[in-house]
């Protein structure tokens, strides 16, 4: 017979204990059954396999369900609070941008002016400018980097 035949048949015998199969294929499956003894032989040792499992009895201890219950709760609030801190920093970068973009024009006229008034040179209040523009980045990369090195520090504990 058809190779592909067997592997249709063993995946069905197969998702038929897992996830059940549609009834054309479980009546196609059934037809090939009685006519192949291999895969027939194959579909009887995974049931009683699976019978024998069902059968076996692992003892636990009674606190372990509620512990698991525990931890799932507590992982859960955590990432509940890193969330809502994350959201936090996303929209003050947000916001910080957004008036940093409407009002570049008026600061490098301030930067321009207070440089002339003082009397620097153009690159000195220029670089002042473009230190302005990247303080609210640099200061948001550092509470990250920070955030990061304490969840690494607690990981480790």
């Given at each position: 017979?058809?190779?592909?035949?067997?592997?249709?048949?063993?995946?069905?015998?197969?998702?038929?204990?897992?996830?059940?199969?549609?009834?054309h294929e479980?009546?196609?499956?059934d037809?090939?059954?009685?006519?192949?003894?291999?895969?027939?032989?194959?579909?009887?040792?995974?049931q009683?396999?699976?019978?024998s499992?069902?059968?076996?009895?692992?003892?636990?201890?009674?606190?372990?369900?509620?512990?698991?219950?525990?931890?799932?709760?507590?992982?859960?609030?955590?990432?509940?609070?890193?969330?809502?801190?994350?959201?936090?920093?996303?929209?003050?970068?947000?916001?910080?941008?957004?008036?940093?973009?409407?009002?570049?024009?008026?600061?490098?006229?301030?930067?321009q002016?207070?440089?002339?008034?003082i009397?620097?040179?153009?690159?000195?209040?220029?670089?002042?400018?473009?230190?302005?523009?990247?303080?609210?980045?640099?200061?948001?990369?550092?509470?990250?980097?920070?955030e990061?090195?304490g969840?690494?520090?607690?990981?480790?504990?």
């Amino acid at each position: 017979m058809n190779e592909d035949v067997h592997a249709r048949a063993k995946h069905l015998i197969l998702a038929d204990h897992v996830e059940h199969i549609a009834q054309h294929e479980r009546e196609w499956l059934d037809q090939h059954l009685e006519t192949c003894t291999d895969c027939d032989r194959l579909a009887d040792a995974t049931q009683k396999a699976l019978r024998s499992l069902r059968a076996v009895s692992v003892p636990l201890p009674p606190s372990l369900a509620s512990r698991a219950q525990l931890r799932v709760y507590l992982r859960i609030e955590e990432l509940r609070t890193h969330r809502r801190g994350s959201w936090a920093l996303w929209i003050s970068c947000g916001l910080s941008w957004g008036f940093g973009a409407a009002s570049t024009p008026y600061v490098w006229r301030g930067f321009q002016w207070a440089g002339q008034y003082i009397g620097v040179p153009n690159v000195v209040w220029q670089m002042g400018f473009g230190l302005w523009w990247a303080l609210p980045a640099l200061v948001a990369a550092g509470i990250l980097l920070v955030e990061k090195l304490g969840e690494g520090s607690s990981e480790t504990q």
